[in-house]
């Protein structure tokens, strides 16, 4: 169908040949008079509505005063521009071609509701000012997150989902079977026979992807991958999914420095792109989700990311004098209650903590000179708390196979990740970041179940 | 680290600083006479490598004259123009650390080695010339995909990989299950108690993300997906994976010829992106993978797509004289043999095939008015047979109703699938594109294990 779309109408006015126009899309109302009428049709392509005006001299002029919320219509007229009026044009309507109806038990008649009761009827939600906005936000920053590393020439790496090991310890994994599940087959001592599953031994869901992509960063040097990742975990909390993307870039001949003047670039660039192209769902978002987001959102855009190591970060939360839940002290692993306060109350604005204690971190990263913290950084932003989460990673063979001896790691489960420290190994880093959490950062949404199009957790698995 | 890539060597030459610059890689060959000698050097920015002139002036000229194919090193130099020779520069060094050696057990000597042996190293082989190539050009053709359709205003939906329900019923599906492997709980039938499962039923991994794409259509118009799927097939053939990535976009008010509109500006965007933004990975294959791929290429970008429907098709097939392996007639499915003849033999170019019999395609497809057809269409190209498959969707509550009743799927299962058609349904489309095939006909690599990074396929998930 030729149509034009209400983003083109609203963005590009001047390019659009204003009579015998059509437009296609759903009626958000309908008022009518005996003579005339008025619908607001929004076609999904732009957060705003276009206003229809109708007349009776329309054929069909009764039907179309009677249509109800959500029905598809097409619609052909002539733009008018109306300086004076709230909206800068409306469409006098020549034909109103009612494509496909709405009865009244339609759920989203027009009024407030919860975020609970829309997460029930997840399939319809999108076609709500609230999810539209969120998910075209979520559109738009994955492509930020790829614009950027393209830009950069990194590689974007489709590491497996399904894997047969699991190396980072992450979490709890989801298995991934083919066995009957009443009678799999079991080997003499009465265990399942996973040799007779599909993949000839157990496999699970992915936690992370990046001991994968380091096998890239090896060979390409600059690296992502963009992919969905699993915890079967069974907190029911707003933060927590099982199911959920991650970015995760790996750098080569980097270390730490790197790693966080690449993770600050990131942040500010996919911000900005958020700002710049979804100009009217952040002021919604702004308006009615999280009044002061954008002024959040554009300062962290133009600040410089303060940095502070772990050990000074734990000195200012013990002097500080504030009473937090969880005790602190050097050695403890920081909660989203001492993370908010060093980003909103200390430093007011983002700051990488670097330098953590090594036995809150994972095996993989590089051990510092004095023996008792390694490489890291958390990205600690306003509002959320941990953003990112990254590393230098060990690339000295001795001192990675001590460090995975004193966590009773095996050898052969890594053989091919310690092969990428013996042949032409390197310095380098990398982190990852939680797409979804952006997501609520970016829109202040926050409850990770509205950020997905369609959740899954601990008993959900819905549509 | 502060270096040079040597992709902004070879592309953005004068911008470069010639004096003092520093570039980081991997040794590809090392040669050398008593007081200097050559390296070559790639830094996996880009398909040409850098040759490094190194002299006895250097104090560890002896350590980097018996440096081994794969080491990691830094070079400091300055850049020398060598415009009669075959490389258009050389770096004249005057440091070179070496960051990570390489020892004769390394398994990428220079020689050529076969696929075959390079998938049983596939955390290695992305550093060869040819697998390089795969995947940049995945990479490339990845961000390709999403540019066009971001700069058509397409909503990016992320669509769940764990799914309770089987509703395409397109193939065999893994059960995803946290339930202990040996016991697990059953009901009073001895049957598996699904409702002590992880999410409180059976679930699977995802075959297709259409139906819910569909639900994201009815909100935003235009939307694609771009993920993981899933298929439990045990077929061991050069075509076949368990795990690939799927391209699936659904437009609504547009019937099969927008599809197909769309279908076709999508894979010559593709095309052309490629083969401006990898053109020495393009010239590459062109010599030593499938020669004439080049010209191919940049004809099918040219080229007007041809447009038959199934009946013609099949008339064509069984006039042409030729012996298939597979019989022709009306009702059959078409087989590669026959995909391939019809668009390198007979139309000598892409074409569509439209109308197929509705026994041979999926439920939700639309209805012709002859009764006997369905508005589906297949995307053929030379050398590959079949790229995309898509249709135009059943929006008719009625004809769907009774399309799934013959095929005995039951309503309830569906019930948010059905709804789309109660509450403003309208006409829409969409196809799905294997995006492993899309890399095969792209780089004419004629195994799918070779290009995936890590391939999952029966008895096969290695790394």
Redesign the interface.
């Given at each position: 169908?030729q149509?034009t779309?209400i983003?083109t109408l609203y963005q590009r006015t001047s390019e659009v040949q204003p009579t015998n126009l059509t437009v296609?899309?759903?009626?958000r109302t309908v008022r009518d008079s005996k003579t005339f009428g008025f619908i607001e049709v929004n076609?999904?392509?732009f957060f705003k509505s276009l206003q229809i005006v109708f007349e009776d001299t329309l054929e069909n002029f009764k039907e179309v005063a009677k249509l109800g919320v959500?029905?598809?219509i097409?619609v052909t007229g002539d733009l008018v521009m109306t300086p004076n009026q709230k909206q800068p044009f409306e469409l006098k309507a020549t034909q109103i071609v009612i494509?496909?109806?709405?009865?009244p038990e339609?759920p989203l008649q027009k009024k407030r509701h919860s975020f609970e009761y829309l997460r029930q009827i997840a399939?319809?939600r999108?076609?709500t000012n609230t999810f539209?906005a969120v998910?075209?936000v979520?559109?738009?920053a994955?492509?930020a997150i790829?614009k950027f590393f393209?830009e950069r020439?990194?590689?974007?790496?489709?590491?497996?989902?399904?894997?047969?090991s699991d190396c980072e310890g992450a979490g709890?994994m989801?298995?991934?079977?083919?066995?009957d599940?009443?009678h799999?087959p079991?080997t003499e001592n009465?265990?399942?026979d996973f040799k007779e599953d599909?993949?000839?031994?157990m496999?699970s869901?992915t936690v992370s992807g990046q001991l994968?992509a380091e096998?890239?960063a090896?060979?390409?040097?600059?690296v992502y991958t963009f992919?969905?990742t699993?915890r079967?975990e069974?907190s029911n909390t707003p933060r927590h999914a099982?199911?959920f993307?991650m970015i995760e870039p790996e750098i080569?001949?980097?270390?730490l420095e790197?790693d966080m003047r690449l993770a600050e670039d990131m942040v500010k660039f996919v911000i900005n792109y958020v700002l710049e192209n979804a100009k009217e769902e952040m002021a919604f978002f702004n308006q009615f989700v999280d009044k002061g987001i954008l002024e959040r959102l554009q300062g962290v855009a133009s600040a410089d990311f303060g940095r502070v190591t772990y050990t000074e970060a734990v000195q200012i939360l013990e002097k500080c004098g504030k009473k937090f839940e969880y005790p602190v002290y050097w050695g403890c692993d920081l909660q989203t209650e001492h993370e908010r306060y060093l980003t909103e109350e200390h430093f007011k604005k983002p700051v990488f903590v670097t330098n953590y204690p090594k036995e809150i971190k994972a095996f993989y990263m590089r051990m510092n000179e004095d023996g008792k913290t390694v490489a890291a950084m958390d990205l600690l932003v306003p509002g959320i708390g941990e953003l990112i989460g990254g590393s230098q990673r060990e690339?000295r063979l001795e001192v990675l196979l001590e460090r995975m001896a004193e966590l009773g790691l095996k050898e052969e489960d890594y053989w091919?990740y310690l092969?990428?420290?013996?042949?032409?190994?390197?310095?380098h880093a990398g982190f990852g970041l939680g797409f979804e959490r952006l997501i609520m950062y970016l829109t202040g949404m926050t409850n990770i179940r509205d950020v997905?199009?369609?959740p899954?957790t601990?008993?959900?698995?819905?549509?």
């Amino acid at each position: 169908m030729q149509t034009t779309s209400i983003r083109t109408l609203y963005q590009r006015t001047s390019e659009v040949q204003p009579t015998n126009l059509t437009v296609a899309g759903w009626v958000r109302t309908v008022r009518d008079s005996k003579t005339f009428g008025f619908i607001e049709v929004n076609d999904g392509t732009f957060f705003k509505s276009l206003q229809i005006v109708f007349e009776d001299t329309l054929e069909n002029f009764k039907e179309v005063a009677k249509l109800g919320v959500g029905a598809a219509i097409i619609v052909t007229g002539d733009l008018v521009m109306t300086p004076n009026q709230k909206q800068p044009f409306e469409l006098k309507a020549t034909q109103i071609v009612i494509e496909g109806e709405c009865p009244p038990e339609y759920p989203l008649q027009k009024k407030r509701h919860s975020f609970e009761y829309l997460r029930q009827i997840a399939y319809l939600r999108p076609r709500t000012n609230t999810f539209g906005a969120v998910f075209r936000v979520r559109s738009l920053a994955a492509y930020a997150i790829h614009k950027f590393f393209q830009e950069r020439s990194f590689v974007y790496a489709h590491t497996p989902l399904i894997t047969a090991s699991d190396c980072e310890g992450a979490g709890e994994m989801f298995r991934v079977t083919t066995l009957d599940p009443v009678h799999p087959p079991k080997t003499e001592n009465g265990e399942v026979d996973f040799k007779e599953d599909f993949f000839g031994k157990m496999a699970s869901l992915t936690v992370s992807g990046q001991l994968s992509a380091e096998t890239f960063a090896m060979a390409f040097r600059d690296v992502y991958t963009f992919g969905p990742t699993f915890r079967a975990e069974k907190s029911n909390t707003p933060r927590h999914a099982a199911e959920f993307w991650m970015i995760e870039p790996e750098i080569a001949f980097a270390d730490l420095e790197d790693d966080m003047r690449l993770a600050e670039d990131m942040v500010k660039f996919v911000i900005n792109y958020v700002l710049e192209n979804a100009k009217e769902e952040m002021a919604f978002f702004n308006q009615f989700v999280d009044k002061g987001i954008l002024e959040r959102l554009q300062g962290v855009a133009s600040a410089d990311f303060g940095r502070v190591t772990y050990t000074e970060a734990v000195q200012i939360l013990e002097k500080c004098g504030k009473k937090f839940e969880y005790p602190v002290y050097w050695g403890c692993d920081l909660q989203t209650e001492h993370e908010r306060y060093l980003t909103e109350e200390h430093f007011k604005k983002p700051v990488f903590v670097t330098n953590y204690p090594k036995e809150i971190k994972a095996f993989y990263m590089r051990m510092n000179e004095d023996g008792k913290t390694v490489a890291a950084m958390d990205l600690l932003v306003p509002g959320i708390g941990e953003l990112i989460g990254g590393s230098q990673r060990e690339e000295r063979l001795e001192v990675l196979l001590e460090r995975m001896a004193e966590l009773g790691l095996k050898e052969e489960d890594y053989w091919w990740y310690l092969d990428l420290r013996r042949f032409g190994g390197t310095r380098h880093a990398g982190f990852g970041l939680g797409f979804e959490r952006l997501i609520m950062y970016l829109t202040g949404m926050t409850n990770i179940r509205d950020v997905i199009p369609f959740p899954r957790t601990t008993g959900q698995a819905e549509f």
